[in-house]
DNA sequence: GTCTATAACTCGATAGAC
DNA sequence: GTCTATCGAGTTATAGAC
């Protein structure tokens, strides 16, 4: 398979085919020969540019980890109430996964596996916003804006009900029976559903 | 590492090895020689009680994805409530996971990665209650018990909502810092706030 | 930068003794 | 039933030509 552009860089299609095979098959699952091919390069070339299969599963492993935090910090200093923030969060998290529906299995899979020492060393380079989460649920609280609730639970909450069934997604297509088009549309009403779940759940 | 009850069949120690690996790395990552190991005998035997690596998996994951759907059926067949039934369902579901937290990762990895054919082929043995849960949402639809819903939302909902925080479980660690004993509280008080989410997001 | 050829190694599986 | 020893396929990684 060749490019078409031929303005994309080798790098890029090697990241591109990357992405694909390591979100399809997990690292451990993953063949550098099945990157190469998607890619229309061989493995050789695989490790000129990436010295081995690890320093590549790192390299889309990071930037997979960055986008499993849609722009939250964004969302969360804005000046804004805490119930258009929270559905800001919801709509950002369901919009950036349905684009890349494969990407929670992996994180989730990969996460579990992946040493301490390597996950600290990922994350120095893209900090998840938890501490500013957990404040801008505090200080609602303090302001009396929602009832007096522990901050992961909410953050649970909001994630779980956006994330998950992207996850699950797999399973409930076997289960049920429903097809690509009827998942789009059930996720686009929980962009609406679920901040109203979130909300009447904490409001005074 | 020799088991102390000498009543336990080597067949027995076997399924407790390979449940662990493969839950810990997945089908493609486990290998014989760690799960000979755990079980304190050698590949050779291995090979003697299943035939192959791929036996062995497909009776783990056969037996995994029925402990997935806890005695669901049970709890929608029986004589009560809808909101009872729901908080029912949701303790099912956090204790069950809770004693098997790996679960859940497992078998969303793997479900992903499995053709068709083969789910198709283990869930004919442990068909999910599905079709029951539904048809249980629609009748208290019907009933006016609850406002008009679309089932699946409900159903996903719920299931995010007792299942994800366990699959996020060690992302939640790595980021929060939190201790396995406090995870633990608060998967115990979801056993309460789940239940309640659910009824006030559907209640007339 | 890109390719072919191959070295080095891992791992599932089997043969065969006890 | 259980073991040791080993084969052979498949995989990452490198050497070296162009």
Redesign the pocket.
Known sequence: MVNKAKDIS??QKILEAARQVFFDKGMDG?????I?DKA??????????F??????FETIFAESFNNFFPKLSLILESDTDFSVKIEMICTAYIDQIHSMPYLPIFILHEVARQPESFLKKIWSSYPPPVKLFIKVVETAVKKKEIKPVHPLQVIMNIVSLCIFPFAAKPLLQQVTGISKKQFSVLMEERKKLVPQMIIQSIKK
Do not use: F, P, V, W
């Open positions: 080798t790098e993953a063949r550098m020969q099945d190469a229309g390069i061989n493995k050789a070339l695989l490790h000129y540019y010295r081995s299969k690890e320093k590549l």
